[in-house]
Every structure is written in C-alpha cells, then in structure tokens.
DNA sequence: GACCAATGTGAACGGTCGTTCAGGGGCGGC
DNA sequence: GCCGCCCCTGAACGACCGTTCACATTGGTC
C-alpha cells in the first residue's frame, strides 16, 4: 500500500482470474477489491482499475457513475452478506448464549481469514465516502454490535456470563467492541499456511471470547 | 474523513491551540496530526496542514523536506514513545507476569484512550510510507508484540498462566497480535465522557486479558 | 548601519486526477 | 442491409497536487 506505481502483474494482458472472461462489471469490481486492499482507495486510480482488467478510464462509467459509488457498492455488498452470515450462524447456534458466541465468533473469524481482501476494504476504506453514503454501512455495523450485545446480556441473565464488572458497573457496548476489533483486525495481519488455519483461528478466538465474558465451563 | 474540503475553524486565524504562540515546527506537527486523524493522510493537502496552523504552503519546506517527512516525523516520534511507556511499564511491574501483563494492558489502553489522535494516526497511516522508512516502525511494533509474547511465555513457564491450546498447541503470537488490536483500535471508535473513563477501560481490557490468558485467580 | 541566516510568501511548474464525450465496433432483431 | 443498443476507446478538460523559487521580512551580531 504504498504511493507508488502499482505492482505490474507479470503476465500482458489483464491480472488474475483469467479461467473465465468474468462479465466487465464483475471484472472491475474484483480488480477494485484488490487494487484497494493493496494500496488505498485514494491513490488508486480510475485507470489503474481499468488496466488491471484490461480495459480503459472511460469503461468504468458504463457500469458506475463514479470512483466513489463503485466502492460504496463494493463496501456495501460485503458489509451485508457479513451481517447476513452473522445473524444465520447465531440463529442456527440454538438457545445457549455459550454456543451462539461462539457460533458468532468462530463466523466472523472464519470469513475474516478467508476474506481478507473485501474485509480489509470494508473496514478500512469506510471513510473515504461521504456521509450519506456511509450511514447504512455504520447502521449494519452497529447492528452486528448489537446481537453481541443481545448474546451477552441474555448470557448473564442467564447466568452462564460473568463478565467483568467495572466500579460495579458492566458496559457490554465496550465489551462487544473489544471482541469486535479482535476478531476484525486478523484481517491485517493474517496470512494463510503460517501457524495456525482459519479453523484454528476461529477455535482459539471464540475460547478467548468466551473466557473473556466469564462463561461457566461446560 | 471525507474527501470534501477541511471543517473551516470558526476563528478568523488559525485554529486551536491558541494559547502560546508555539514554534512554527510544533504548530505545524500538531495540525498534521490532527488533519490527518480526521481526514486521511492522502487527502490532505499540503496547504492544507499549513493554513490550519496560519502560514502558506511554501513554509512548509523551511521545515520539512516533503509531506511524506512530515508524516514518517510523526508517527516515528508517537511510537518510539508508545515503545517506551510500554517497557517501562512492565519493568515497573515486578516479577509476576499477571501483574505485568495487566501493567502493559493498562498502559497501552490508557495511552490509546488519551492520545486517540496521535494513535490513530501511526496505526491507520503507516501504509502511505514508502518502504525504507517504514522499516523500522514496523520493527518497534515487532517490539511490541513480542514484550507481550515474553510475558506470556514467562507466565506459562511459572505455571500461572493458562492460554487455549488448539490442536495441542499454541500460537502465543496470534494471542499477542488478538490482545494488540483489540487495545488498539479503541482509538477508533472511544468518546471520553461517555460511560467508562480512561482508567475504567484499563481495568476492563486489563481484565479481559488476564482472562484470555487463563491467569490463575489470586 | 551593514550583514547574515532563518523564516515566510505566493506565483509558477509539471504532473496527475476524475470525469466527459465524440466516435467506432459488434451484434441481435427485423 | 440497416437500425438501435450496448460497450468500449482515448483525447480532452478543468481542477488540484507537491514542490520550487525569487523575493520579502525579521531579528541578532559585529
């Protein structure tokens, strides 16, 4: 992700996926992906997204009306199949709040290792959009803030959770978020076939997660 | 941390930081971090930084050789000293590795809460250096993380801490790097005033850690 | 008062950016 | 064969960027 020119990929033509054509728009939203993960939204060129799937500048303004709106659309089609994933494996998990923590954990931990190109421009290049473009993408994640926050609290009400009081007081929205940036952030440094896989991954944080919330052992 | 033009100040000169003239390197340090926290390293433009603290683009280079220096200026000086308190920390903490490990959890979560600004900063817009300056924040971070291995090691031999196994074995580094970003990207979303104070968080992600690691109750 | 080094100004330079647009090729339907 | 539609090309446009530079302005030293 540095300022300079873009990696030239070895081959003449276009980059990777080169098994199928890929329909153009499907070709520039994944040469998108991966030009963003690399470097950064704003030193990313129109025209190096275009010559990375082998077309020119203007091509791209057949299939988005603009830079901007292209990884809004990027951005945004990630955070919902994230939200997606999450409520599923939750509602799938039955009714112990032990399982559905570490039902959600092992999840996101799973999609976070797999994914890390779209996880890291999901969460990373947020902020280059504009404010209206960005309120549904905060909303999808405060929502999945929330069914943490609705795993713990029915965890303690149940009394399988213990998580740390405070001067006597909880605060869950602070504990959902620590467990949230954990889990997100493996998308920065994790590389597949070093230590441990995705599998792996997920197991060892939903064991820190479910230590960290005080859950009673089985 | 939008594209579009930096919040004018409602002031008529410069911006904050009023009260002392401060020498222009200082002004100008300070509203480069404060510009690129809110807005993004890229977008920021030189005139930018150099209107925020009341002088014109050119004077920049009296002080700095280029924007890029500006940038590796900063956040080298933020994490020299973030290296530093969290040395200092653990040698101030004894000989118990859970008193050590909550003494550099505490410390690096209070720092993160106090200086969001500067945190943000050296952790968000370390990419948009190029290589050979890069080098050796990377390697404080290295530091870092592996201050945090070493106490877990150390706890482990001791018979006092007890992490997951997974597959019957460890990966202390993946533990260290979960502890690390959950403690480091609090900088990107914790408001002080609201709910936990500074020293709450501290006791709650100390805490949390102690727990993560399996530490044995006193 | 003359000199100097440090510091600030703002026009100017060369380059690149996102976006537009006139034009062209391919192709299904008639 | 011709039309209309979709998709693409690549030159062009206006804006803005980091940096440089000739030129003030200042304040200290002899």
Redo the contacts between chains.
């Keep these: ?4 020119k873009p990696a030239k990929s070895g081959g003449s033509t276009s980059m990777a996926s080169e098994r199928e054509p890929l329909p153009s728009i499907e070709a520039i939203r994944a040469a998108a992906f991966q030009q963003f993960a690399e470097r ?1 939204y ?2 990313v060129t129109v025209r190096d997204i275009m010559k990375a799937c082998g077309l020119t500048q203007g091509a791209l303004y057949n299939h988005f009306k603009s830079k ?1 709106e292209l990884l809004h659309d990027i951005i945004t089609s990630t955070q919902a199949e994230l939200e997606r994933q999450c409520l599923q494996a939750v509602s799938e998990a039955g009714a112990d709040p032990s399982a559905q923590l570490a039902a959600f954990v092992r999840t996101y931990v799973m999609r976070h290792c797999r994914l890390r190109v779209e996880a890291l421009v999901a969460n ?1 290049e947020i ?5 209206e473009r960005v309120s549904d993408i905060r909303r999808s994640r405060r929502a999945i803030r929330d069914i943490l926050v609705g795993i713990l609290t029915s965890g303690i009400e149940k009394g399988v959770f213990d998580p ?1 009081k ?2 006597g007081k909880r ?1 869950l ?3 959902a ?3 949230l ?2 889990c ?3 998308s ?2 994790y590389i597949p076939g070093r ?2 896989d995705e599998a ?2 997920a ?3 939903a ?2 997660a479910l ?2 919330v ?1 859950a009673t052992e089985k």
């Design positions: 992700m540095t300022k300079r950064g704003p030193v901007d990373r902020g280059w959009l504009d404010q740390p405070i001067d605060d929205k602070a504990m978020m620590a467990l940036d954990q997100t952030h493996i920065m440094w230590q441990l792996q991954m197991t060892l944080y064991e820190m230590r960290s005080g």
